[in-house]
């Protein structure tokens, strides 16, 4: 789980630069007047009559078929309780962009200044030729049950709780596999439920739905056991009151198969586990810490299946598994309800979708060799692409199938691509890198920590548990950066490389050895180590840090110099290069070389593509690489378009299993429909490239750095290719934000180097840990 505790460091999240965290982007051209006059007055008159003489056409001509409603009055907020509408609108802005980055669903967020079911639902209901969908947040129980109830009976478009329905759809997944595994039946398995909020109700609910049976489930509340003797019991526990002589939840969970937990942290104890049935399953989904610890649940019973809402551990019972897909799909045949059919599906979908074999994406997101389904994976992974198409499209059938639907999809196959390309790819990499390098983080050296910005990402991917930082600089400065900013970088290993003279004369030694034929003397070795970016490339090259980063108030040169002295080259590698990952709207696309090669020779371009191409594929992505140019496949002749056209004459004729192609301009490398109309016979004909070679440091650096201000995109990078050991270079000046981004690609390139060292490496090292 992400570790958040600074609390400044989540305000100015929020606040920084416009606040809040979501905005409304135009979809349509708005640069003329023309533009204008169509999108107002006196254009918009058009659809305005059409949607008049036929309703329904309010989809075709407005975003109501994409847009849902995230609706709160704020009474239960997380765990913060009844704080109100405004308090509780940060979270319905994020629920907004979960909807988004996981869906492309557009939202906006609600929240409305009353506690009155009558008035909530009068107000949601008038809101409904807005939306396409409307989904509940955050309202405490009892009242929560009452107003869906009533929106969903008053209302022809679906409506969803997710407090209620999410945790329910997505545990329910879990169980039925777990089951599965446990070899344990539906309506055989006894269920203890501790909680009795809306989460709770409506698990049991969907329990009942998918085959257990209600006289098989015990109902723990605050009180104990909820027994249909108790007096004053409301209609909603009532439901699920239990008739059997049992009072606390000790005794409730002797014998019992299933634990859902959906109340608060450390409330069952190690016996209360060792005295459930064979081959118990216990979902502790109490956030942050569940009922019972992780480690103590699984050393307490080894025949144990065990899910919580944690991210740090197997099995998270997550709603993000669910709610973007069920919207989705509800959206996309223009559901008029989202009901019983529609949610099974989801569940049934989510659970199957754990039992088919995982992409290479979702392994390398989660640094396994090979996720498979079993006790450790019971529910597919949040970074798992594939619950876009498998969940969105279940639901979309259920709906068509039990008659909710306005809209019938006939060609499924389309409706998956459409599915595909709605997410583009420009967060979704940074989401999987991240995750990859969380699972298995590295020593990470920081040659310039006696700098705010350095201390602060370096703070940020030790809380987030991306990489081990390792400060380089005096000791009284960088403590006291610390100190007057309010940093919290305990336990940190702060290194002044001139205290460390035993250190620093073993790395002389070794940077002399090698230097000595190329005019380096033992003294100048020795005052070269005084350089933190010698002392920093010495501790990776001695294995005492497993990378480096740098360059943050030093230019390129006199950052990439000591690295190429003291580690030098991969074996093979006849010279480094810079690439950029820059993050568009249709996804990552690579440039280089950006950084180093001011004018490469065509030889040396079919060695920068070879770099190029090979880096770009540990990022699990198959490299399509245009070579630019002025000049499309010889319409043009001159110095530049002739070494471009020699480079991938070259490449084609020794490394044809590569897919390459060029001399082309950069607008047919990246339109593909212009390409195939002109240039049919190109290799790239199939797909926009990905990888952009430019002919010289000049133009390659002029189109990243325009990308990066005109259009927007971010610009992960420079990643220095080529090193024997990873030495990565932040741009002068970066931001926080730019320097992390730098750190979790140093940490993905150590483990990548690693794999490809030793590839039994990941697999035995789970194996020690089982």
């Not at 605050?222 to 409301?234: C, F, K, P």
């Not at 798992?384 to 259920?398: E, G, P, W």
Request: aromatic share 6%; proline share 5%.
């Amino acid at each position: 789980m992400t570790k958040i505790n600074r609390k400044q460091d989540a305000l100015d999240y929020h606040s920084q630069g416009r606040p809040g965290k979501i905005q409304v982007i135009p979809t349509k051209p708005t640069n003329s007047q023309r533009d204008l006059a169509l999108a107002y007055s006196p254009g918009v008159a058009e659809p305005c009559l059409k949607i008049a003489d036929n309703t329904e056409d309010v989809y075709k001509y407005t975003a109501k078929g994409n847009l849902v409603a995230v609706i709160s009055n704020g009474t239960a907020v997380l765990g913060l309780g009844n704080i109100g509408p405004e308090a509780g609108k940060p979270v319905m802005e994020g629920k907004g962009l979960l909807f988004k980055i996981f869906a492309d669903i557009d939202v906006f967020d609600l929240e409305l200044d009353t506690t009155n079911v009558d008035d909530f639902v009068k107000i949601v209901k008038a809101l409904e030729p807005t939306f396409g969908g409307v989904n509940l947040e955050d309202i405490k129980a009892p009242e929560c049950f009452e107003i869906e109830r009533r929106l969903k009976e008053e209302m022809t478009i679906p409506v969803m709780h997710d407090d209620q329905h999410g945790t329910a759809i997505i545990s329910a997944a879990a169980l039925l596999n777990a089951c599965e595994l446990q070899k344990k039946k539906m309506d055989k398995i006894k269920i203890v439920v501790n909680g009795a909020g809306a989460a709770a109700i409506s698990c049991s609910r969907l329990y009942v739905s998918l085959g257990a049976r209600k006289e098989n489930i015990v109902m723990c509340d605050r009180s104990g056991v909820i027994r249909d003797t108790r007096e004053n019991l409301d209609a909603i526990k009532a439901e699920f009151a239990t008739s059997r002589k049992l009072d606390t939840l000790a005794e409730a969970m002797k014998d019992s198969d299933v634990f859902i937990g959906l109340s608060s942290a450390n409330c069952v104890t190690e016996d209360m586990l060792k005295s459930m049935a064979k081959n118990p399953i216990v979902f502790a989904m109490a956030n942050p810490d569940p009922e019972i610890a992780y480690e103590l649940a699984l050393n307490s019973r080894k025949d144990i299946i065990m899910a919580t809402g944690r991210s740090d551990y197997p099995n998270q019972v997550n709603n993000v598994l669910g709610f973007p897909y069920i919207f989705r799909g509800a959206l996309d045949v223009r559901a008029t309800a989202i009901n019983e059919p529609m949610k099974i599906a989801a569940v049934r979908a989510i659970a199957e979708l754990a039992k088919k074999p995982v992409p290479e994406a979702v392994n390398m997101a989660y640094n396994e060799r090979n996720i498979k389904f079993g006790k450790d994976y019971i529910i597919p992974k949040p970074m798992d692409l594939r619950l876009m198409t498998n969940v969105s499209a279940a639901v979309a059938k259920a709906a068509i199938e039990s008659g909710v639907a306005r809209k019938v999809i006939k060609d499924w196959d389309a409706y998956a691509e459409e599915l595909k390309h709605r997410l583009g790819g420009d967060d979704a990499i940074m989401r999987a890198i991240t995750n990859k390098a969380k699972s298995d983080p590295k020593r990470v050296v920081f040659a310039e920590a006696d700098n705010y910005k350095i201390l602060k990402a370096a703070q940020i991917v030790k809380d987030e548990n991306i990489a081990i930082p390792i400060l380089l600089g005096n000791k009284e400065v960088i403590k006291k950066i610390i100190e007057d900013n309010a940093l919290e970088l305990e336990g940190v290993t702060i290194i002044d490389p001139f205290e460390e003279q035993q250190r620093m004369a073993k790395y002389a030694n070794s940077l002399y050895e090698k230097r000595q034929r190329r005019g380096v003397t033992l003294i100048e070795a020795t005052k070269f180590l005084r350089d933190r970016n010698y002392f920093g490339a010495s501790m990776v090259e001695f294995g005492e840090a497993d990378a480096m980063i740098s360059g943050l108030t030093k230019n390129y040169v006199s950052t990439i110099k000591p690295a190429l002295q003291v580690i030098g080259t991969e074996e093979g590698v006849n010279r480094v290069a810079g690439m950029y990952m820059m993050m568009t709207k249709k996804g990552p696309v690579f440039f280089g070389d950006t950084t180093v090669n001011v004018d490469p020779t065509a030889e040396e371009l079919v060695d920068l593509t070879l770099l190029l191409e090979r880096s770009v594929s540990k990022f699990n992505i198959q490299p399509r690489v245009a070579l630019l140019s002025y000049s499309n496949f010889g319409s043009n002749e001159g110095i530049v378009p002739e070494k471009v056209r020699k480079a991938v004459k070259i490449l084609h004729e020794k490394y044809p299993q590569i897919m390459v192609d060029g001399e082309m301009q950069g607008n047919f490398a990246i339109n593909n429909e212009m390409l195939k109309d002109n240039f049919p016979f190109s290799r790239l004909v199939g797909g926009p490239a990905n990888t952009l070679v430019f002919p010289n440091l000049e133009s390659g650096n002029i189109a990243y750095k325009l990308l990066q201000e005109l259009g927007e995109a971010e610009a992960v990078g420079p990643i220095l290719l080529g090193l024997k050991k990873p030495v990565h270079i932040v741009q002068l000046g970066s931001s926080v934000r730019e320097i992390v981004n730098m750190v979790t690609i140093a940490v993905l390139d150590v483990q990548a180097k690693e794999q490809e060292a030793n590839p039994k490496k990941g697999l035995l090292k789970r194996i020690s840990k089982k």
